[in-house]
């Protein structure tokens, strides 16, 4: 022999153990970036629950204090499709987002919608009248519940929810935040 090995072969279930480790590793790796992204999507009730208990905090406290607010710097809640809601109004003040579209809970299914701006001098916030009054309704399909705003003169506008979560803040605790989609 010519080039000689000291090396004796491998037994046959050390070789199968070497091979189903590595499988499994791989088969670890795939089912996990393909979980990687998916997000259960809040139901119905959820969607539901979080709209009463706004209500009833606007209720108990009074409407400044439980308004839904999503920042609308360079009128952003009205130009893209994805619409981030927080139940506080100031979170988005203390937030370095001066101009802020509030949705204000007038009743158990109805809300109207006001826009405000702290970033220039004379700082203001809009009158919300009868024209700003929607009327608020919840809808499901097999994936997606889905909030439904229907204005005074018969506009809708409707809404995929996409999360329902806590966001946790220094100087007031937990707030809750509505991830929303608008659909076309």
């Known amino acids: 022999?010519?080039?000689?090995?000291?090396?004796?072969?491998?037994?046959?279930?050390?070789?199968?153990?070497?091979?189903?480790?590595?499988?499994?590793?791989?088969?670890?790796?795939?089912?996990?970036?393909?979980?990687?992204?998916?997000?259960?999507?809040?139901?119905?009730?959820?969607?539901?629950?979080?709209?009463?208990?706004?209500?009833?905090?606007?209720?108990?406290?009074g409407n400044s204090t439980s308004n839904w607010s999503a920042c609308n710097l360079d009128s952003l809640f009205y130009k893209t499709d994805t619409i981030n809601l927080v139940s506080d109004n100031n979170y988005y003040y203390n937030n370095n987002c001066c101009e802020v579209v509030s949705w204000v809970f007038y009743s158990k299914n109805k809300c109207y919608i006001t826009n405000s701006q702290t970033c220039k001098e004379s700082s203001f916030s809009r009158v919300a009248t009868y024209k700003d009054m929607y009327d608020i309704s919840f809808d499901r399909d097999k994936q997606f519940a889905y909030l439904i705003l229907k204005g005074y003169e018969g506009q809708k506008v409707k809404f995929k929810a996409l999360s329902i979560g806590n966001l946790v803040v220094g100087y007031k605790g937990d707030l809750a935040t509505i991830n929303l989609v608008r659909v076309k």
């Open 1 to 61: 022999m010519l080039f000689a090995t000291s090396q004796t072969p491998e037994p046959l279930h050390a070789s199968f153990m070497k091979h189903l480790n590595i499988l499994s590793v791989i088969i670890l790796l795939s089912l996990s970036l393909t979980a990687v992204g998916q997000t259960n999507s809040p139901s119905l009730k959820e969607l539901r629950k979080s709209f009463k208990t706004a209500f009833k905090e606007s209720k108990e406290y």
